[in-house]
């Protein structure tokens, strides 16, 4: 077999395989949890998330924290990072409520939430009320500037 046949069979190796090989449609990001409570915000049928690319941004988040979270909110450096403000009605069940991942699809963060089940022979309060949890995600990990974020909620 020749160099031209060996080049073409690799070609045809590397053309197949690329097209039995999924491509992946999002994005996996990075971030860090830098508050979480009792959001003052009324409490909304489901959760949402805010994105905020600078600090004027931020003040569609801040207003719906406490003062303490605001603070942190506000100090952080948007030029190397965005915060993305997760709200949702989890109330006594806020603490079995995680960020599973966070993934970009275009210009949205999608925030995946996983509440995980009561240990067997517990209860809780049966309490709705508005809670929060502040993210903030490096901008190198993300393929683009996101003007939105979208959160979707798991049982575990």
Not at 18 to 35: D, N
Not at 87 to 114: N, Q
């Amino acid at each position: 077999m020749g160099r031209r046949h060996l080049s073409r069979l690799a070609l045809g190796t590397a053309l197949s395989l690329a097209a039995v090989t999924p491509v992946a449609a999002a994005t996996i990001i990075t971030w860090r949890v830098i508050a979480q409570g009792v959001a003052t915000s009324p409490a909304s049928a489901n959760p949402y998330a805010i994105v905020a690319t600078s600090s004027a941004a931020a003040r569609s988040i801040v207003v719906r924290v406490p003062p303490s979270a605001r603070a942190k909110a506000l100090a952080v450096d948007y030029r190397s990072s965005v915060v993305v403000g997760v709200f949702g009605p989890f109330g006594c069940r806020d603490h079995r409520v995680h960020v599973s991942r966070i993934d970009e699809r275009s210009h949205t963060l999608r925030v995946h939430l996983t509440m995980t089940p009561l240990p067997p022979g517990t209860m809780e309060c049966q309490a709705i009320f508005p809670t929060y949890r502040l993210l903030v995600v490096p901008r190198s990990a993300l393929s683009r500037v996101p003007t939105r974020a979208s959160v979707s909620l798991v049982a575990a």
